[in-house]
């Protein structure tokens, strides 16, 4: 097995992000053009299902195992626990693509894990065009508890684009969409922020 897993290079991966609670949908596009990034992804339906244990180990440990399916892609994540960060929402993120995302959803409740948060948001990626690496991008978020745009990338990316959208780090949201909804709805039992249909 050794002789394998020397294959692998482990790399740390840190996401670092902030949500921005938006207005108008119509308002924030333009600005963001005016800026010079571009749409890299036209709004789209994005489903999220975060897994865990029966007796939440995860969650516990402030870990997150998720499977997303959006673009016509369906990816499996694990988050780590956030380092300490008064304005950020930093910690390791590690994410692959997968072929088909039930057969793994499937194979993660073989395992014994559960649903313990479903929840859907129409996205749209945007990216500044001709940029350098490392690069920012920005989702404009509509869910059923508000729309939002993340901002993922350096800090002081993210600090400049914000300011570039009059926002300032008071602004700065940490909590993720979960967090957001259990702060509308603390005692769901089986918390599921979809849209109605």
Not at 49 to 55: A, Q
Not at 172 to 191: A, E, M, Q, R, V
């Amino acid at each position: 097995m050794k002789a394998r897993t020397k294959h692998f290079v482990q790399k740390k991966n840190l996401e670092i992000e902030v949500k921005l609670k938006i207005g108008s949908l119509q308002k924030i596009r333009r600005e963001l053009k005016a800026l010079g990034f571009e749409e890299k992804v036209h709004r789209a339906l994005e489903g999220n299902w975060i897994l865990d244990f029966p007796n939440r180990p995860l969650a516990r440990r402030h870990c997150l195992l998720r499977l997303r399916q959006f673009n016509d892609k369906a990816l499996v994540t694990f988050k780590a626990p956030s380092l300490n960060s008064a304005q950020f929402k930093i910690r390791e993120e590690l994410e692959t693509e997968v072929a088909d995302g039930s057969v793994l959803y499937q194979i993660l409740e073989r395992l014994g894990l559960v649903l313990v948060f479903r929840y859907q948001k129409y996205r749209s990626v945007f990216e500044k065009r001709a940029s350098r690496k490392p690069k920012a991008v920005l989702s404009l978020d509509e869910t059923p508890v508000g729309k939002y745009l993340e901002i993922e990338g350096p800090k002081e990316d993210i600090e400049k684009i914000a300011r570039q959208l009059d926002y300032s780090k008071k602004d700065f949201i940490t909590d993720s969409y979960l967090g957001l909804f259990l702060k509308l709805k603390p005692w769901t039992k089986n918390p599921e922020m979809i849209f109605s249909k």
